[in-house]
């Protein structure tokens, strides 16, 4: 059974940057397409991007420019990088296959854009 785990969130000001990992265990992530995803409050759960199997990447609009998503070099690893940071951008952070994020949810890592 895959096991997900993410971690390396915090509290940032606005501009600043975060880099976020997600580690997989029970499972080899690299052979799925795999999705970094948020959730703020009050609002339902959201792709913010997206990374498949060749090394294509999504993102959404909202994160253009700003986030990178990639895979380590271990293989069992995916990053989140987020650079210029908004205080909208502040929600709990998860990882799941994409675009069906059909493994149970991680506890997520909570990010706070704030000054």
């Not at 029970?26 to 913010?48: C, F, H, T």
């Not at 199997?53 to 380590?72: E, L």
């Not at 205080?87 to 949810?105: I, Q």
């Amino acid at each position: 059974q895959v096991q997900l785990v993410e971690s390396g969130g915090g509290l940032v000001q606005p501009g600043g940057s975060l880099r976020l990992s997600c580690a997989a265990s029970g499972s080899i992530i690299y052979i799925y397409d795999m999705g970094w995803y948020r959730q703020a409050p009050g609002n339902k759960r959201e792709l913010v991007a997206a990374i498949i199997s060749g090394g294509s990447t999504t993102y959404a609009d909202s994160v253009k420019g700003r986030f990178t998503i990639s895979r380590g070099n271990a293989e069992n690893t995916v990053y989140l990088h987020m650079n210029s940071l908004k205080p909208e951008d502040t929600a709990v952070y998860y990882c799941n296959r994409y675009p069906s994020p059909s493994v149970s949810w991680g506890q997520g890592t909570q990010v706070t854009v704030s000054s």
